[in-house]
């Protein structure tokens, strides 16, 4: 992965970059796909090498697959050759049509021992606009029937959460700010310091209601460990 300091030294022997045309429209941004960024390219060729896997290993044709997850065939293709980096959302789409845990589309096996997880080489997740993001606290090398995770909202930003496999459980505590959690048409709201537990098996929404980023750090639970 370059560092910032190497990306500029390569523009700057490229001659600098060149100054966007004003007549340039701004490039599209689909519900489906993520920002660009080092640890989405990163992730790409990892979550298409498990999907093909975990598709292929049930006998799923792409086709069957849109139709149990509700996302398309050509962006499943385009994810499998690791040509798309899909949102946080999609990924989840994909692994309760797969029966397996979220760490089962995103890990990569790894040798036992002492492991420690910089944050400068994390491997974040975003939604569609970036005013989301979920980072894993634990390594890539396995399916796991626990994850832990980093979620950040921005400020007045929202995501929606389609229902996770049978039995899945979430406990969230917020470390900063404050959330706003839709729950089967209940709304519960968690000030700084606050923690929830609740059945993740339906549909769900964060909120951020304040002017500043929420911090929250989630544990998700399912009941069997697939793969």
Known sequence: MKTSQESGRSAKGRGGARKPSRDAAPAAVTPEVAP??????????????NLRRLRVKRGLSLEKLSKLSGVSRAMLGQIELGQSAPTINVLWKIST???????????????????????????TLTNHDGTYSSRALFPFDEPRRVEFYELRLAPHGEEHADGHAPGTTENLVVARGAIEIDIEGARQRLEQGDAIVFEADT??????????????????TYADTVG
């Open 203 to 220: 549909a769900h929404t964060y909120r951020n209601p304040s002017d500043d980023e929420a911090l929250m750090y989630l544990v998700m």
């Open 36 to 49: 660009v960024t080092a640890a989405t390219t990163d992730l790409a060729p990892v979550v298409g090498a």
């Open 97 to 123: 049509a797969l029966g397996v845990p979220f760490s089962g589309l995103i890990g990569q096996r790894q040798a036992g021992g002492v492991l420690v997880l910089r944050s400068d080489q994390a491997k």
